[in-house]
């Protein structure tokens, strides 16, 4: 028997701080959307950032992408 597997040929990275540009996985529909707390939030969204995660993490996970945080 062959194992199924799930190839991620494209990942989106994005900062969790601005919904707008996370967004754009509707129109670019990567394999993997990353949601970036680390280097692409200043330092004084990070709260912001981490406190809409959810709301994100739900929409994207309805679609056909994978969702990985990558947190600092």
């Known amino acids: 028997m062959v194992a199924q597997t799930n190839p991620r040929r494209s990942w989106m990275i994005a900062p969790a701080h601005n919904p707008a540009a996370v967004m754009g996985y509707k129109v670019i529909k990567p394999d993997v959307v990353v949601l970036?707390?680390?280097?692409?939030v200043p330092p004084k969204s990070k709260d912001e950032a981490r406190s809409g995660l959810a709301p994100l993490i739900k929409d994207i996970g309805d679609s056909q992408s994978d969702v990985f945080v990558r947190v600092d």
Do not use: F, Q, V
């Open 36 to 40: 970036d707390l680390e280097y692409t």
